[in-house]
C-alpha cells in the first residue's frame, strides 16, 4: 500500500520561504501524479500544485503562480514544494496526494486522488 509522509511545514514569517516534502513508501512514484492540497480552517480543501508522473507537466492555483514550485525526485520517491514569498492567508494545513497516472496526467481536483498524506501546519506569521 502506498504511504506518503509530508514534512517540512512550520512557522515562518511573510515573505519567508518554506520546501515541503511528500516522501513515499510501498511504492515507487515513478508511475504516479502527485497533487499539493491545502486547507485552512473553515474552508474547504483546495488544489495548490500538481505535477504529472514524469516531471514534465505542473500546474498551479492562480493564488500561489510565480510563488511555488514543484518538483520531484523519482529516485529519493520524494516530491517537493518549494514556496517562496509567503503570505498570511498561505496557512494551512498542506497535504499531498497521489494517483496511478499515465501520458502526463495531472489535476488540481482533490476527488481525482486516492492516496493521502497526513498534512503539515504551514503558518505565515510575523
Known amino acids: 500500500q502506498l504511504q506518503l509522509v509530508e514534512s517540512g511545514g512550520g512557522l515562518v514569517q511573510p515573505g519567508g520561504s518554506l520546501r515541503l516534502s511528500c516522501a513515499a513508501s510501498?511504492?515507487?512514484?515513478?508511475?504516479?501524479?502527485i497533487g499539493w492540497f491545502r486547507q485552512a480552517p473553515g474552508m474547504e480543501r483546495e488544489g495548490v500544485a500538481c505535477?504529472?508522473?514524469?516531471?514534465?507537466?505542473?500546474d498551479f492555483a492562480d493564488s500561489v503562480k510565480g510563488r511555488f514550485t514543484i518538483s520531484r525526485d523519482n529516485a529519493r520517491n520524494t516530491v517537493y514544494l518549494q514556496m517562496n514569498n509567503l503570505k498570511r492567508e498561505d496557512t494551512a494545513v498542506y497535504y499531498c496526494?497521489?494517483?496511478?497516472?499515465?501520458?502526463?496526467?495531472?489535476?488540481?481536483?482533490?476527488?481525482?486522488?486516492?492516496?493521502w498524506g497526513q498534512g503539515t501546519q504551514v503558518t505565515v506569521s510575523s
Open positions: 496526494a497521489a494517483e496511478p497516472a499515465h501520458d502526463n496526467w495531472h489535476s488540481l481536483r482533490d476527488f481525482e486522488y486516492d492516496s
Open positions: 510501498g511504492y515507487t512514484l515513478d508511475y504516479y501524479a
Open positions: 505535477i504529472s508522473e514524469s516531471g514534465g507537466m505542473t
